[in-house]
């Protein structure tokens, strides 16, 4: 019986997915999976029968990524699961930017005990006027599942949309509008854009991107979005181009001490993916790839390990290894079959930065010794027999 520790609350729908040979238990320990929204495991002691970590949404710094590649534990996401929930969200972001709809709203509830509040309105609605976006320039930093649903939309709204990502997929690239003008330099985006949304993953990289440098070559009145990573943006640089006027409006879904309250900041309490549908369909991701991978060895869409799938096990065992990405493993790995006269009919094995996957499909039973063997391999960290 395969066990399943969910450390957040995961929609049934994705839960019901599991067979009878699952089972879900209240605790990490001795768990083999592990399903997680937003609580932190960094903190966490991960147990040894940890095989696999999904995360039911796209950013994973709630997870120990490096230690768990160092103990052979895939951490998979769901990039794309509630990328629709978090584009409407950024359209409202757009035209909570453009127009002052929180003002005037304010000011409706405070003067809702007013007899005369609907002739009042004609005089104080000016004091909430705003700017349509058609015919606007949108930049959009990072065309993932997000990014390239945000641009695609702000097309059809009449905008013209600059998209700009050095590592854009395949996947992204194909579903892309061709009336995107895709974009090499990220700082022509800084010059040309009315608005900017930001869509990138929180790295050393791109920690503070948005920040005095950039929003010094951008255009007076520059209105930001950012629905990514509150990291993303340098809190004291956007609150002193508030202040100045050189930015008019941050728009973001992560509140915090700097920014909440501070003038012309929108804060939203992390709403992005806060759809039914997306708490759905992240639900439903996480459990098809935890499950294929617990039964089948595939890996798709893991952050720490390399997508690899070899179908279903058509012989008598399946034998899968978490290892170091260094030369020599594979030929040690079929030595040890070798050794023990044992045919490989299929093997699969791919690379990702310093670790490494490798599947193969043998013609006999595997016991204890082989995979003793196996991970006596130095630089293996996880073996496992399907």
């Known amino acids: 019986m395969t066990k399943i520790n969910c450390l957040n609350p995961i929609a049934d729908c994705g839960l019901k997915l599991f067979s009878d040979n699952y089972e879900i238990v209240d605790s990490l320990d001795n768990a083999d999976a592990a399903l997680v929204r937003s609580a932190s495991m960094h903190e966490l002691e991960l147990p040894d029968s940890l095989v696999a970590i999904a995360r039911a949404g796209a950013g994973v710094n709630n997870i120990p990524l490096e230690e768990c590649a160092e103990r052979g534990i895939v951490v998979f996401n ?12 950024v359209v409202a972001g757009l035209m909570l930017a453009s127009r002052d709809l929180m003002g005037g709203y304010n000011w409706v509830k405070e003067n809702a005990d007013d007899p005369d509040i609907a002739k009042k309105v004609e005089k104080q609605k000016k004091n909430y006027a ?4 058609q015919g606007k320039k949108l930049g959009v930093i990072g065309l993932g599942a997000i990014g390239a649903k945000v641009a695609n939309i702000a097309f059809r709204l009449g905008m013209q949309v600059y998209g700009y990502d050095p590592f854009v997929s395949v996947d992204s690239a ?3 509008s061709r009336h995107i003008k895709h974009i090499t330099n990220v700082e022509d985006i800084y010059r040309e854009c009315d608005y900017i949304t930001i869509h990138v993953p929180a790295l050393e990289s791109t920690k503070g991107m948005l920040n005095k440098e950039a929003f010094a070559m951008m255009k007076d009145g520059t209105r930001i979005l950012n629905f990514s990573r509150d990291t993303l943006v340098n809190d004291a640089d956007i609150k002193e181009a508030l202040a100045s006027g050189k930015i008019a409006k941050y728009v973001t879904d992560f509140p915090n001490p700097a920014i909440a309250g501070v003038e012309n900041v929108i804060a939203l309490p992390h709403l992005g993916a806060s759809t039914e549908e997306s708490e759905d369909n992240c639900a439903i991701m996480a459990v098809k790839q935890i499950a294929d991978f617990i039964e089948n ?12 799938d070899a179908g279903i096990c058509a012989t008598a065992s399946r034998v899968t290894i978490c290892h170091k990405n260094i030369p020599d493993m594979l030929t040690r790995f079929t030595g040890v079959f070798a050794d023990k006269s044992i045919n490989i009919a299929n093997m699969v094995s791919k690379s990702k930065g310093d670790w490494a996957y490798t599947i193969l499909d043998v013609e006999s039973e595997i016991d204890n010794e082989i995979q003793d063997a196996l991970a006596a391999v130095e630089g293996v960290v996880k073996v496992r027999a399907i």
């Not at 769901?78 to 969200?89: H, M, Q, R, S």
């Not at 705003?130 to 976006?133: D, R, S, V």
């Open 297 to 308: 060895g595939n890996i798709k869409n893991s952050v720490n390990y390399p997508a690899c």
């Open 174 to 176: 194909w579903v892309l």
């Open 130 to 133: 705003g700017n349509e976006i």
């Open 78 to 89: 769901t990039p794309g699961a509630n990328a629709n929930g978090v584009k409407e969200l």
